[in-house]
């Protein structure tokens, strides 16, 4: 028998073991594993064997993609299931994603074939839960976790929709290495894929993810599927984001959201009105922002706490920000601005586990920043938006009308807003604009 060390990590294999992965880095990520071989067929195919075909043969009028009867996941894969396509859809434990699968296979059996095969749960749980969850399509359940036995069915039954409840039970008889190990899990991936491209059917699979977030086992498997779907969001509440972080069919910008309830996953259609409830009006450090998720604006809102600190070096986190990003707007409120942020601690959270990545939402930031450390807190009904420069300037953003519409229709009055974009703005619309050029514009919003 024949092993190599795999990294866990990234699918890497060494023939020696290693205390840290010689290609992705990570620490105490190599084990062993035997290494599987596939038989291949010695005879060479003669020559004009391959049969390729002309693009302008093939016929896409058919319909390529079928509709998962839930709109914000929908949105997420670029509207709809792409036939032949394998999803891999990953998210912590009690996350929801055996409860939104099943969902799927419930809306998809009402008129085509669904099959679930399950390694995790027994029949009679799933039971349970469909019955729970008021699923009304017929839907097909397997306690299977041979892939060899799985792929034979698929291509015997050829159903419209697959589910692999989860990828680290699988395993494929020729490998000896435990299910859930890099072998087994890229094994069991390829072939899921190679069906699905063949039959033209399409697999979503589970995959379970580690404490840092990434899909447990080898890296590759994100590579070999077409779309990597992530449940994201504070567990201790009830809403979950799903995200995509790849998608071959459709923008990764696209973000849905969902409510868990005792019925199962409910799309959540207006993202805004969740993140904004019970927000406090009149407390010093909160901002409300608009960022562009894909093709919608979804407004949340940045707290930040300013504080003298107790130690030497003064201490900074960020939640739902990015951490350096934050460091250089402080720095730049510091030397462009004059507030006196060096010796004092500065907390930042966005609430509802949303993370706002985009340039746009620095002023929100940067207003929140000032609000606390003068403990003003910001006009009423406010929201900013707006990218911060190096020396201080405040540079138009894309889409400010589509921010501006949302913040609107949420009931907010004023906006703070670059000055290069305000002048697209119809003076007119029922939302007070106050132009930012630099950051010394911040006092403009603040009270008092
Ligand atoms: N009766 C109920 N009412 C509301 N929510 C429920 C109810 N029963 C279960 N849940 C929710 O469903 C979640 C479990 O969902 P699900 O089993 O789909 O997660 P999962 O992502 O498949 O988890 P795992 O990785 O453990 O398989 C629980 O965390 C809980 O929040
Ligand atoms: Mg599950
Ligand atoms: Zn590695």
Redesign the pocket.
Same mark, same amino acid.
């Given at each position: 028998m024949k092993t190599a060390y795999f990294c866990k990590n990234c699918g890497e294999s060494t023939n020696k073991w290693f205390g840290r992965c010689p290609s992705c880095g990570e620490w105490n990520s190599l084990s062993e594993e035997e290494v599987f071989e596939k038989k291949r067929s010695s005879k060479k195919s003669p020559i004009g064997s391959i049969q390729s075909v002309s693009l302008d043969n093939i016929d896409v009028n058919e319909e390529h993609r079928i509709s998962t009867g839930i709109g914000e996941l929908d949105r997420v894969l670029g509207g709809g299931i792409v036939k032949g396509s394998a999803v891999l859809i990953g &998210? +912590?434990? &009690?996350?929801?994603? %055996? !409860? *939104?699968l *099943?969902q799927v296979c419930g809306n998809v059996s009402k008129d085509k074939k669904a099959v679930y095969f399950t390694g +995790?749960e027994s029949i009679v749980q799933i039971k349970m #839960?469909a019955n #729970?969850l008021g699923i009304e399509g017929d839907i097909e359940v397997a306690n299977e976790t041979d892939i060899e036995l799985i792929i034979e069915h698929i291509i015997k039954s050829k159903p419209s929709f697959v589910v692999i409840? %989860?990828i680290q039970t699988m395993s494929h008889s020729q490998i000896s290495s435990s299910p859930g190990s890099v072998t087994q899990v890229r094994e069991c991936s390829s072939m899921l894929m190679y069906v699905a491209k063949q039959e033209n059917i399409p697999v979503f699979i589970?995959g379970?993810v580690n404490k840092d977030g990434a899909i447990a086992g080898p890296k590759v498997m994100e590579h070999i599927v077409d779309a990597v779907l992530y449940?994201e969001g504070d567990r201790y509440l %009830?809403y979950r984001i799903l995200r995509s972080a790849k998608n071959r069919f459709g923008s990764t910008n696209e973000l849905g959201m969902f409510e868990? !309830? %005792?019925n199962g996953l409910i799309g959540v259609s207006n993202p805004s009105s969740v993140l904004l409830e019970g927000i406090a009006s009149d407390v010093p450090g909160s901002c409300v922002t608009s960022i562009i998720e894909g093709s919608r604006p979804i407004m949340a809102e940045i707290q930040s706490l300013v504080s003298k600190s107790a130690f030497a070096t003064p201490r900074r986190a960020a939640a739902g920000f990015d951490y350096n990003r934050a460091n250089l707007l402080i720095a730049v409120l510091e030397k462009r601005a004059g507030y006196h942020l060096s010796a004092l601690d500065v907390y930042i959270n966005v609430v509802g586990g949303i993370k706002m990545d985009e340039p746009a939402a620095d002023l929100a930031l940067a207003c929140s920043i000032v609000s606390s450390l003068l403990d003003k807190p910001l006009m009423d009904r406010s929201i900013a938006f707006g990218e911060i420069g190096l020396g201080g300037e405040i540079r138009p953003v894309r889409n400010a009308d589509m921010r501006i519409k949302e913040a609107i229709a949420m009931g907010y009055k004023k906006c703070f807003m670059p000055k290069a974009n305000s002048k697209k703005i119809d003076p007119k619309s029922e939302i007070e604009i106050i132009t930012a050029s630099d950051i010394s514009d911040i006092r403009k919003i603040l009270t008092r």
């Open positions: &998210g +912590e434990p &009690g996350a929801g994603k %055996s !409860t *939104l *099943l +995790e #839960r #729970r409840d %989860s589970v379970h449940f %009830s868990m !309830t %005792s």
